[in-house]
Every structure is written in C-alpha cells, then in structure tokens.
C-alpha cells in the first residue's frame, strides 16, 4: 500500500478480470481508500454482509452469482452504497440495478478518474444527508414523527412504520431526505438526478420514478391516492401538506 494516505473509507471491489481489478485497486489506494478485491458473486455476498464497507463496486457479469444477484441478496442487510459496472450497450442491465438497489452505475471500460469521481459523488451525498436531516425538524436529536404511522429518526437513518423498521437502500433514503427537506414544495426530477447522482436529467430517464414507485411500496403508500408522496404530473413530486404540517408542530416542541 506504500505511503499513501488512507481517508477512512472501506470499499470493496467485486470483480473477476484480475488484472483490472489490481490496476482499480492500485489506483484507489493512490487515492486514499482501502479496497479489498473479491473475485466471485458467493464470496461476495458473504464478504459485503461481513465487513459492511462503505461503498461496493459490483460487476455484472461474475462466477458463482452474477452483480444482480448479489445485489438482490446483500441488500436486505447491507444499507451502503453499491456502484455497479455495466456493459455500454446494456441499458437493462442499468435500470435492472437501479431497481435491485444499486445507487448509481459506471459504464465499461472503466475510466478511472471517473469511476474515483462516482465514488467521492455517493460518499459526499451520504455525508451531507448525515448533516442536513437532523437539522430539518429534530426534536433534542430524537425521533421526527411524520405521521402517526411513519417515523423517522435521523440521527441513526432509521424509518419505521407502525413501530417497525422499514429496510430502505442508501439511495431510498436519500430520495426521503430530500423530499422532507423539500417539504410541501414540488421537487423535480431533474432536482432529484442531479442531487441523487451527479447529473442532469435528460428527459428519458425513468430511474427518478422507478425508486419513487419502490419508496412508495416499502412506506405502504397507495399510489392512486397518496397520503406521503403525490405525483404532480410533469413537474415531480411533492411530500404531502400532512406531512409538512406535522413536521412543522414536531419542530415546535420542547
């Protein structure tokens, strides 16, 4: 690892061409992060559910399990960030790791500095949502109840519904985060891709309302008549007035 300053941040790197997977090593260290290299999807699974790191960069095609695959099981308890690497062409292997979970994907070959760039994009957004949450309505740091069913505590990134915890991916949360802290006002899909990954929306891009339509299902909320997210068609989407409503009284309590 020679003399390179290390940030902190541990990654793993899932990927079965040996070669390339040392020279994207070598050069993550370079620049500051601790990577380990699993080579096999089983291995994998075991290996991200072990050691939690912070971000897993996940190719598709792989011995033993593909990236989709492991991506569908480490998911449940793996709540960090997942980059996939796809293939130019294969536009439905991109939405199909948006839809499993993924947080963003790099296409190959991969280009270095800005497979480095995706990487320092995702781990800033999890730090800025760790500072700007808690600020929106919370009450002596505790729990911010939204409606008599949902909760959300911000310091620990934890939302339950009637008193049970929800399993939401890095990239759901971060989508609740910023609809809360967008409350009562639309939000627009061009908002939400270039504060969720870095860039802007293109007019085609249905990623925005695939994890709008996974949020809403994990939160039970009924698409045809919303109570937490309205659709406002051709615009975005908007946290309900209820919500914004009670999140205003909890951030008048003492």
Known sequence: MGNYLLNGKKLILVEDDVELASLVQEFLHKN???VEVVTNGIEATRQIIEQQPDL??????????????VCRIVR?????????????????????????????????????????????????RVESSH???????????????????????????SVSINKQDISLTTAEYDLLNLLINNAGKIVTRETILQSLRGFEYD????????????LRK??????INPKIIKTIRSKGYLLC???EKTLENESVKT
């Open 32 to 34: 500051g992060y601790l």
């Open 56 to 69: 897993v960069i996940l190719d598709i095609m792989l011995p033993g399990l593909s990236g989709m695959d």
């Open 76 to 124: 449940p308890a793996y709540s960090g960030l997942i980059l996939m690497l796809t293939s130019l062409d294969e536009d439905m292997d991109q939405m199909l790791g948006l839809e499993l979970g993924a947080d963003d994907y790099v296409i190959k070959p991969v280009k270095p500095r800005l497979l480095l760039s995706r990487i320092k994009a995702l781990l800033r």
């Open 131 to 157: 500072a700007s949450f808690p600020s929106l309505a919370s009450v002596n740091n505790q729990t911010i109840n939204t409606l008599s069913t949902l909760e959300i505590a911000p310091h620990k990134r």
């Open 203 to 214: 007019g085609i891009d249905r990623s925005i309302d695939r994890r709008i339509s996974r």
């Open 218 to 223: 994990k939160l039970n909320d009924d698409p």
């Open 241 to 243: 007035a209820s919500i």
